[in-house]
C-alpha cells in the first residue's frame, strides 16, 4: 500500500505542474462523478475509446498489482480485452496520442491456477491465442512463461499483443473505467454489459456453408489456386471472400480451423490492387490497420510489407492465422462467407 500511496502522490503532483485547472479526484468507490466532455459517457479524467472509457499514463508505472490499486482508486480496474475489438481501439489510441514505447499491464492473470488464464475483474476465462496473444522471435505464441510470469500485458515491443510477464516487473498505466451507479467496484464489474454474446443456433447457413460466430462460412480446401480465381469461386458458391473486420470474428475462425486441424493459408476478401498501401474489404470498406488483425512473423515489423509485390490478403498458418499480404498470383485456398438465411 506504501507504494502504492507514492504512485499516487508522484502523480498528483505530475498533475497539478501540467493543468493549470484544479481536478477533483474519485476517491471512493460509491462516488457518482460528473463527466468532463458535454454528452460523453466517460467520468472525471477517463476517456472515450471506442466502447469504453479509459485513462493512460505512461509516465506512471509500477507492479500488476500497483497499477491495479491505482485504477481502483480512480474509479476503474485494468482493461478487461474480452472483446478483442477493444485491444484495436486501445492500439489506435495509443499510437494516434504519442502513447506509445512503453508496455502497459492489463487485468488478466493465471495467479489463481497456472495455464488458467482469467479476467479479474469478472473473472471471466481469457480467450487464447489469435487475436489477443502475440509472439516474439520464437514464433511460439503467448503466453509461455510458465510458472513465472503469471499477469498480461500490452508488449510494445509486439506491437502491444498481449504476453505474460512477471508480476513483479514495472510497466504503465491503463484503467478502464465502470460506470459505479452508487455502486461499489466489483458490482460494477460484475454487471458489465460490453461482453461478447453468443450468437443464436436457430439461424440456418445454405450448404456447404456452417454457421461460425455469427457468419455463414465455407473453408474451401478443394483446390490452391489464386486470390483472382478464388474471388471467383466464391462467388458461383452463392457468397463472396470472407470479410473479417470484427476481431471476434477474427478469433472464431483461429479456433474454428484449429478445431478442424486444417493448418493451412486462406485468401481473404482484402486486397490493396487498386491504390497501393490502401486495404479495402469487397464491399469498399477499409481494413484495419496493425494490431489485433496484422501480424509480423515473431518480427519487429508488422505486416503489410509485401509492397506492390503483394496486393492481396490472406490468414496464414504459419503466424497463428493472422493477416498477411501475399502476392494474388500465388495458390492458396480461401474461406467464403454468404448471408444468413
Known sequence: MERVVFLLCLFLASVSENSATETTWPFTDTTLYETTTPGSRCTGIFEEVGD????????LSGSWQDMRDVCHVLGGDLPNLQDANFLADIKDYLYNYGHTGVSYWVGSNDQVTEGVWQWVNDHSQVKLGTPLWGDLYDRHQQPTGGSSENCGVLLSGDHYFMHDESCGLSHSLICEEYHLQGTDVEQANNSRTDIVKPVSSQRDCPPPY??????????????????????TSCESLGGRMIKLNDANE?????????????????????????????????DGSRVREGTPFWGDYGTSTQNPRGGVLENCGMITADDHYFFDDEDCEAAHYVICETDIM
Open 52 to 59: 469504453h472509457c479509459i485513462f493512460v499514463d505512461e509516465s
Open 210 to 231: 456452417v454457421l461460425v460466430a455469427g457468419k455463414c462460412m465455407f473453408v474451401n480446401t478443394l483446390a490452391e489456386t489464386s486470390w483472382e480465381s478464388h474471388k
Open 250 to 282: 477474427l478469433g472464431a475462425v483461429f479456433d474454428y480451423l484449429t478445431q478442424l486441424r486444417v493448418f493451412q493459408n486462406f485468401w481473404i476478401g482484402a486486397t490493396d490492387n487498386h491504390q497501393e498501401g490502401q486495404w479495402f474489404w469487397h
